[in-house]
Structures are given as structure tokens and as C-alpha cells.
């Protein structure tokens, strides 16, 4: 049995969603197949983010692509609204704030001044500053904070993912539940995908959006991807004293916080890729107690007091070269466009790396946001674009 579309997209995540709903905005007539293998979203990183968004990063790609998608955040109501239901996206814009001792205000002042350059409104604050504003903070070990005083803050990743999707399945696009066993090959060109089931589906190019699972499609068409699956940890705790206008906060040790409803969530930097064996979903559950506990006692005394309630588990896609997406064609091999290896920055990078990606398809080339920098050939050449903001 075979089928053909003119674009298949391997991945219905939330970048794949992206990507097929900013198809068919650009060009209605396309026709777009996504292959996702987790129906229910189980065990897909883009349910499992903890979806924030900010633009304290150090390179002015990482900037571009969030503010993007800080005004696709503000306007999906309207540009996702599907039979006039426009989706609920709530938006808590409470800032990022990053923590320094003296060892790292350097490095602070020096992001702060990339960060400005492009139109962010970032503020440094030094240790006194820092006390006012947030009285539950322990600063004595401070040297100076960097706080996002707008665009910056997390979103309901769920309910853009939903909502992506249920656009772009309005708009056209067809979704099927199905593994993508091998890569359809002409040549060195990309001509389909070969489906568990035994389909064959012939399509005109091939987008590769499968996450931590990034790799294994790569593969399929020889190609070496330096996407590894890393698993992080987030916890759920309560604590009885409220924190007034808490942000979310990263800690010098790298711990990060922030409020979730009524209660807040935390977590540590994860240890690094997995091996096949270990690329599970199961909770650290000694972090807690070993390391996320005592670094939060440390930095907000009142965490002395919270009661842990639950935690979860997912993948970031780590793109183990430099920390950065890989976006764009593959050199050598026709058909096959790649949109990977976000690091843990996929959910906020979603919307302008979908529209991106798609603007290459339809017009050859990015006209939204050049993302150039972000190309394979970087990879193949050994000129890393490192990120050093990664949490």
C-alpha cells in the first residue's frame, strides 16, 4: 500500500505541529501528513516541559527565536482559533531571574549587554537592590541578579501544543498514529517513509521533528545527528510562607524555581545523555532529598518548611555539540529538513522554528527570522554556536 503527500513530518510534538500548521497558513493547498507514535502524548517532552520562555540567553539567534515566540504567544488566540473558539493560553509574565556570585557577575554583565542590544528588557540588580525587591531571597552570598522585567515567564505548553494541532488538522493537515520504521531512500534523496504497518508513504520532502528520538531518524538516511535524549526531573512542592512577586529563579548551583498555581516546581541541570538501556522516564526520587532540598533551603530560607507532593519526568532533546537547534536542509540529502536538538528550549522556540522551517519548504528560504546560524552545515564544519545560558 502506498500514499503520497507533498511534505511528511516525523514527530507531531509541538515543533511538529508548528511546523504543519505554519505550512498550510503559508500555502493551503500543500498536503501535510504528520506520523506521531504517542497519541496521548504520553511520554512526548512537549507534555512534559515546563514550559517557560524567556530571552536572557547569549546569543542573538536563541533572543530572536523567543521574542518570536513571545508575540506568536500573545496572538495564538486568534491565529489558532479554530470555528471561532479562540484557545485559552494563559501567560504568567513574571521574569526570569538569574543568580550570581562574584564569580559569575562578570559573565552576567557581559549577557546583559547582548541581551540589551536586542530590544530585551533585562535589568541587572545588585545584592541591595535584589533584598528589596524580594525579601524571602537570601542574598549574602550574592554579587548580582539579572531579572526579565517583561516577556519573560511560562505558559500552558499543553494547551499550545493542542492547540497548534487542532489548528493545523482544521487547515488540512492529517494526523496518523504510527511509527516511521525507515526513511524511503533514492539515492542519496529522501523520498518518503516506511510506516510499522508496512504503508509506504512517498511525499515530496521529509521533516525530521522526533524530539530526544531525533537521532534514530536521522539515521535512517545516514546521517550523524548530535541529538541525545536527556532525561530532567521536576518537583512539585508546597511551602506555608508565600513568596511575593516570585519570578523564576536560577540559582548560582544551577537549581532553578518558580511558582506553579499555588504551589512551585523545581529542578537541577540533568546529569547528561542517556545510553539506550536508560532513556526511561522514571523519577530521581533521591534528588530531591540529596540536592534540590538543601539548594532551595539555601537560597530561600522559607523552603526550610515545604512539603514535596509530587514530580515528573521528561526528555529534553540535547543537542550535545553546541546547546543549539539544528534547523534547515541537510547537506547532500535531498528531501530531508531537520528541526532539532533544542536543549530544553523547544516549547518557547516552537512557533518561530516552525515558521522558519516552513518558509523554506514553500519559498526556499527563511523570510521571517534568518536562522542560518542554525544550519547542519555547522556541525559538519566543527563551528559550534555555543549556548551558554542552558538551564
Same mark, same amino acid.
Request: proline share 7%; hydrophobic share 50%.
Given at each position: 500500500?502506498?500514499?503520497?503527500?507533498?511534505?511528511?513530518?516525523?514527530?507531531?510534538?509541538?515543533?511538529?505541529?508548528?511546523?504543519?500548521?505554519?505550512?498550510?497558513?503559508? *500555502?493551503?493547498?500543500?498536503?501535510?501528513?504528520?506520523?506521531?507514535?504517542?497519541?496521548?502524548?504520553?511520554?512526548?517532552?512537549?507534555?512534559?516541559?515546563?514550559?517557560?520562555?524567556?530571552?536572557?540567553?547569549? %546569543? &542573538?539567534?536563541?533572543?530572536?527565536?523567543?521574542?518570536?515566540?513571545? *508575540?506568536?504567544?500573545?496572538?495564538?488566540?486568534?491565529?489558532?482559533?479554530?470555528?471561532?473558539?479562540? &484557545?485559552?493560553?494563559?501567560?504568567?509574565?513574571?521574569?526570569?531571574?538569574?543568580?550570581? %556570585?562574584?564569580?559569575? *557577575?562578570?559573565?552576567?554583565?557581559?549577557?546583559?549587554?547582548?541581551?540589551?542590544?536586542?530590544?530585551?528588557?533585562?535589568?541587572?540588580?545588585?545584592?541591595?537592590?535584589?533584598?528589596? !525587591?524580594?525579601?524571602?531571597?537570601?542574598?549574602?552570598?550574592?554579587?548580582?541578579?539579572?531579572?526579565?522585567?517583561?516577556?519573560?515567564?511560562?505558559?500552558?505548553?499543553?494547551?499550545?501544543?493542542?492547540?497548534?494541532?487542532?489548528?493545523?488538522?482544521?487547515?488540512?493537515?492529517?494526523? @496518523?498514529?504510527?511509527?516511521?520504521?525507515?526513511?524511503?531512500?533514492?539515492?542519496?534523496?529522501? !523520498?518518503?517513509?516506511?510506516?510499522?504497518?508496512?504503508?509506504?508513504? =512517498?511525499?515530496?520532502?521529509?521533516?525530521?521533528?522526533?524530539?530526544?528520538?531525533?537521532?534514530?531518524?536521522?539515521?535512517?538516511?545516514?546521517?550523524?545527528?548530535?541529538? =541525545? #535524549?536527556?532525561?530532567?526531573?521536576?518537583?512539585?512542592? =508546597?511551602?506555608?510562607?508565600?513568596?511575593?512577586?516570585? #519570578?523564576?529563579?536560577?540559582?548560582?548551583?544551577?537549581?532553578?524555581?518558580?511558582?506553579?498555581?499555588?504551589?512551585? +516546581?523545581?529542578?537541577?541541570?540533568?546529569?547528561?545523555?542517556?545510553?539506550?538501556?536508560?532513556?526511561?522516564?522514571?523519577?530521581?526520587?533521591?534528588?530531591?532529598?540529596?540536592?534540590?532540598?538543601?539548594?532551595?533551603? @539555601?537560597?530561600?530560607?522559607?523552603? =526550610?518548611?515545604?512539603?514535596?507532593?509530587?514530580?515528573?519526568?521528561?526528555?529534553?532533546?540535547?543537542? %550535545?555539540?553546541?546547546?543549539?537547534?539544528?534547523?534547515?536542509?541537510?547537506?547532500?540529502?535531498?528531501?530531508?529538513?531537520?528541526?532539532?536538538?533544542?536543549?530544553?528550549?523547544?516549547?518557547?522556540?516552537? #512557533?518561530?522554528?516552525?515558521? *522558519?522551517?516552513?518558509?523554506? +519548504?514553500?519559498?526556499?528560504?527563511?523570510?521571517?527570522?534568518?536562522?542560518?546560524?542554525?544550519?547542519?552545515?555547522?556541525?559538519?564544519?566543527?563551528?559550534?554556536? !555555543?549556548?551558554?545560558?542552558?538551564?
Amino acid at each position: 500500500m502506498s500514499e503520497r503527500f507533498d511534505v511528511v513530518i516525523v514527530g507531531g510534538g509541538v515543533m511538529g505541529s508548528a511546523v504543519a500548521y505554519h505550512l498550510l497558513a503559508l *500555502a493551503p493547498r500543500l498536503s501535510v501528513l504528520v506520523v506521531e507514535r504517542d497519541p496521548r502524548y504520553v511520554a512526548a517532552s512537549s507534555a512534559l516541559s515546563a514550559s517557560s520562555i524567556r530571552q536572557q540567553f547569549s %546569543t &542573538p539567534i536563541n533572543i530572536a527565536l523567543s521574542q518570536h515566540g513571545l *508575540a506568536f504567544l500573545r496572538a495564538a488566540p486568534e491565529l489558532l482559533a479554530v470555528d471561532g473558539e479562540r &484557545p485559552a493560553l494563559p501567560f504568567e509574565e513574571r521574569g526570569y531571574l538569574y543568580l550570581a %556570585t562574584a564569580a559569575g *557577575a562578570a559573565t552576567l554583565r557581559r549577557l546583559n549587554e547582548v541581551q540589551r542590544a536586542c530590544a530585551a528588557d533585562i535589568a541587572l540588580l545588585e545584592p541591595s537592590a535584589l533584598a528589596r !525587591r524580594f525579601p524571602w531571597l537570601e542574598t549574602s552570598d550574592l554579587a548580582l541578579g539579572s531579572l526579565g522585567l517583561a516577556g519573560e515567564g511560562w505558559f500552558d505548553g499543553w494547551s499550545l501544543l493542542q492547540a497548534l494541532r487542532r489548528k493545523a488538522r482544521s487547515l488540512g493537515a492529517v494526523w @496518523r498514529t504510527a511509527e516511521v520504521t525507515g526513511l524511503r531512500m533514492h539515492g542519496r534523496g529522501v !523520498r518518503g517513509v516506511a510506516l510499522a504497518d508496512g504503508t509506504a508513504v =512517498e511525499a515530496g520532502c521529509v521533516v525530521n521533528a522526533a524530539g530526544p528520538h531525533a537521532a534514530g531518524v536521522a539515521a535512517m538516511a545516514g546521517v550523524a545527528l548530535p541529538v =541525545e #535524549p536527556v532525561r530532567h526531573c521536576v518537583f512539585v512542592f =508546597e511551602c506555608p510562607t508565600p513568596l511575593a512577586d516570585c #519570578p523564576l529563579v536560577i540559582d548560582p548551583s544551577g537549581l532553578w524555581f518558580r511558582p506553579e498555581g499555588p504551589r512551585f +516546581i523545581a529542578g537541577v541541570p540533568p546529569a547528561g545523555p542517556l545510553g539506550p538501556a536508560d532513556a526511561t522516564l522514571e523519577v530521581d526520587h533521591g534528588l530531591f532529598p540529596e540536592v534540590v532540598w538543601p539548594a532551595l533551603a @539555601r537560597r530561600v530560607p522559607a523552603f =526550610e518548611a515545604l512539603r514535596q507532593t509530587a514530580a515528573w519526568a521528561g526528555f529534553y532533546e540535547v543537542n %550535545t555539540f553546541d546547546h543549539n537547534a539544528i534547523i534547515g536542509r541537510v547537506p547532500d540529502v535531498d528531501g530531508l529538513l531537520l528541526i532539532n536538538g533544542f536543549s530544553g528550549h523547544g516549547m518557547q522556540q516552537a #512557533p518561530a522554528a516552525g515558521r *522558519a522551517l516552513a518558509e523554506l +519548504i514553500v519559498h526556499g528560504a527563511s523570510r521571517t527570522l534568518d536562522v542560518g546560524a542554525l544550519g547542519f552545515e555547522r556541525i559538519g564544519a566543527g563551528r559550534p554556536l !555555543r549556548e551558554l545560558n542552558v538551564i
